[in-house]
């Protein structure tokens, strides 16, 4: 509350200068430094900015996590990473007041609603602020919120990605279209074909099924117990060519998943190999993709793979697969959804994550068959 009550005492001075500040569209600036799955989701704004106004820049502040992500994506000019413990304390928000204002942006668009974004952007001078109004806004940033030219409030029930395009409509922005996008590194297809040579061979009538061997967030682990008895279903029953995928982290899940599985002459393990830029390559040789709500599922659905979502705790309302083939398994609790897109815990309220442990095997391997079938 201090930095609010600080930009309070300030702010005639502040909107004295930016009286002098000329509203254009020459360079915008897009805050997103959420996760793997997030960044995805917002993909289509990006395309947007950029469809409506060509000609200006667009600079992405992302975290250096996601960064890769942007790295082909034409719609973005410039990316700036963005550690959280950049703008910690007083000396944080300073630095990152002035950096923005070195940027020199004509627009400012948060999709991070949190106070220090909101007002480094009006430290920064920015002519034209534009964040998003959570549901879980708390009063602190209902307070800073003031500083903000135009907020949109998200309700529950919409897609977060449909709120994004509804903040577009403050600079003339008028797009349903909230398909997602990733780009790939220019060699992924020669690195995706190094590692498939020597993997097993599957027969004309056998699907490569990728699975995501972890999650992000522990709450909603599924267990590499479940993933592995999964993983031989799909080889023994649906002559299935599974792909473990997840990140460097991931080798230990990974390597565990291999120890318990009974079949493991038709398994790819792929955790840890390819980079996010890497990743599209090796994922569009799939056919269905698996794993708990969390940011590779959105990279699938982005190339249009057909998924099935562990979803747990996730709130579906605020962000799901959206593709035209999509399974979500959720258990009908009294707790769930307790994990949404501006409120996510990292563990369960009452210690037991049935909403995770009670999905079985089977119901899993049914969506799989559904999809496949």
Known sequence: ???????????????????????????????QTAKIGDLICSTHGF??????????????????????????????DEIIPLESNFYKGFAGKVKLARLIYSGRYDIGISLNP??????????????????VMPDFAGITYMTASIFSTYLERHRR???????????????????????????????????TERLLAPSPKPQASSPTVGLAVTSGNRLKEWGAENMAALADRLIAERSAVVMLIG?????????????????????????????????????????LFIGVDTGVIYMADALNIPVVDIAGPSDMADQRPTGGKVVIIQKNLPCVPCSHTFKAPYACSYGNRECVTDITVEEVFQGVSKLLD
Do not use: C
């Open 1 to 31: 509350m201090f930095y609010v009550l600080l930009t309070y005492l300030a702010s005639p001075i502040l909107y004295f200068f930016l009286f002098f500040r000329k509203r254009e569209m020459r360079r915008v600036l897009i805050i």
């Open 47 to 76: 395309r947007a900015v950029k469809e409506k106004y060509p000609d200006a820049r667009l600079s992405v502040m992302a975290s250096p996590l996601t960064k890769e992500l942007l790295e082909h994506n034409p719609y973005v």
């Open 114 to 131: 949190n106070v220090p974004f909101t007002i480094a952007m009006f430290w920064g001078l920015i002519p034209v602020r534009i964040s």
């Open 157 to 191: 029930g919409r897609l977060v990605a449909e709120t994004y395009m509804a903040m577009l409509k403050a600079i003339g922005i008028d797009d349903d279209d909230i398909s997602k996008e990733v780009f790939q590194s220019p060699d992924a297809n020669e690195k």
């Open 247 to 287: 990140s460097e982290k991931d080798r230990d899940v990974s390597d565990k998943i291999l120890k318990i599985m009974r079949r493991r002459d038709a398994v790819i393990d792929a955790a840890g190999k390819f980079t996010l830029a890497e990743l599209p390559a090796l994922m569009q040789r799939l056919l």
